[in-house]
Nanobody, 116 residues
Framework: QVQLVDSGGGWVQAGGSLRLSCKVSGNIFSISTMGWYRQAPGKQRELVAGITRRGSTDYADSVKGRFTISRDIAENTVYLQMNSLRPEDTAVYYC??????????WGQGTQVTVSS
């Protein structure tokens, strides 16, 4: 079992920045990849950024150059630094992890609101 706790969301004006955090606990050695997803009202949940155990990263085209996913192994925490935020980035953001046996876990979500 893996437990994820998301935090760091909030309200920001367009062009501003936020940093999301995902604290991981439990069987962390079973984790193969971690990521951040988001879901806007009336839309499907979409992958924003991912990071593998080896540190390889990937981003949705819509956030490339603006968002950065990183991790602090000692703190068992994954971050999503979001810069140059746009109103269309408004969504609930969820931390996600995939284990080596293909189990998926989700954080509780954190709301990000960007005003124009």
């Amino acid at each position: 079992q893996v437990q994820l706790v998301d935090s760091g969301g909030g309200w920001v004006q367009a062009g501003g920045s936020l940093r999301l955090s995902c604290k991981v606990s439990g069987n962390i050695f079973s984790i193969s990849t971690m990521g951040w997803y988001r879901q806007a009202p009336g839309k499907q949940r979409e992958l924003v950024a991912g990071i593998t155990r080896r540190g390889s990263t990937d981003y949705a085209d819509s956030v490339k150059g603006r968002f950065t996913i990183s991790r602090d192994i000692a703190e068992n925490t994954v971050y999503l630094q979001m810069n140059s935020l746009r109103p269309e980035d408004t969504a609930v953001y969820y931390c996600n992890t995939l284990t080596y046996n293909n189990a998926t876990y989700w954080g509780q979500g954190t709301q990000v609101t960007v005003s124009s």
